[in-house]
């Protein structure tokens, strides 16, 4: 297994540590593109919360991870690169993919939307023109994992407590059967 669920920090995040860890995240993506000159995947986790490196975060991370992985093996997609960084704000996952960041998009959207786990799961597809969106490639928006209203609404009106959406996180994992 590629992150150890029980070894989680517990790490409670504050509000620069997000700003930074995001900075970072794209700054790693800019050197990714130039260096491999293809598509690139980035692979976070959207977890509610204060609390981003938790037993099921991880968990939820390891799953997609191996999705992605055999995605590849299944389409031949070479993957020129892959790193995983194990961090206290939430794991990341890069891959440099030689294949086109739309035909990557439409497959990565897909596996979000099949698997129970997906709607924890922030696949985000760059190519040349930078990250495609679900609505460039003509795919619905995200769907928040409690309402199914459109997720970036929910989380900009703070629709859902956080204890809501831990339980609802919950009973995704109890549903997925990986708990
Ligand atoms: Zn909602």
């Known amino acids: ?6 070894q989680a920090t517990n790490h409670k995040v504050t509000l620069l540590e997000i ?38 975060s991880r968990k939820a991370f ?29 794991a ?6 030689k294949q086109s960041a739309d035909v990557v998009k439409h497959a990565c959207v897909a596996m979000e939307q099949n698997n129970p786990l997906g709607r924890l799961w922030d696949i985000d597809v760059i190519g040349e023109q930078g990250s495609i969106s ?4 003509g795919m619905p928006p995200r769907s928040c994992f409690i309402c199914d209203l459109d997720a970036r609404v929910c989380a900009r009106q703070r ?20 708990v």
């Open 1 to 6: 297994m590629l992150l150890l669920p029980e």
């Open 19 to 56: 700003l930074l860890s995001r900075e970072s995240r794209q700054q790693r993506q800019r050197i990714w593109l130039a260096d491999y000159q293809t598509t690139v995947v980035s692979l976070t986790m959207v977890i509610p919360g204060e609390i981003k490196d938790s037993e099921l």
């Open 62 to 90: 390891n799953q997609a991870w191996d999705e992605i992985n055999q995605l590849c093996n299944l389409q031949s997609w070479m993957i020129q690169a892959s790193e995983v960084f194990n961090l206290p704000t939430g």
């Open 92 to 97: 990341e996952g890069l891959l440099a993919i």
């Open 134 to 137: 679900r609505q460039a490639i």
């Open 159 to 178: 629709t859902h407590s956080i204890q809501d959406l831990h339980a609802a996180m919950e009973a995704l994992f109890h549903h997925a059967d990986v």
